[in-house]
């Protein structure tokens, strides 16, 4: 399975986009996130035989560079 945690986006973003920014991770939930998302493209890969034109990095920085 090839899955990315909240953290692990959220240190993608820093480290991709050479941000200072320190995250605060508490491993407490979040009372105003009552949204849980498991999101897969297994399907898509088996079916279709979809494969990702670009990687979480090249991604992060296609968004950063929309707000830079």
Same mark, same amino acid.
């Given at each position: 399975k090839n899955s990315i945690s909240n %953290?692990? %986006?959220?240190?993608a973003c820093v480290r +991709? %986009?050479?941000?200072? +920014?320190t995250i605060?991770? +508490?491993?407490q939930p979040d009372p105003n996130d009552?949204?849980?998302w498991e999101?897969?493209?297994a399907k898509a890969?088996?079916?279709?035989n979809y494969e990702p034109q670009y990687s979480i990095e090249e991604s992060i920085r296609n968004i950063g560079c929309k707000y830079d």
């Open positions: %953290l692990g %986006l959220s240190e +991709t %986009l050479g941000s200072s +920014t605060c991770f +508490t491993g009552s949204t849980n999101v897969s493209i890969k088996q079916y279709l």
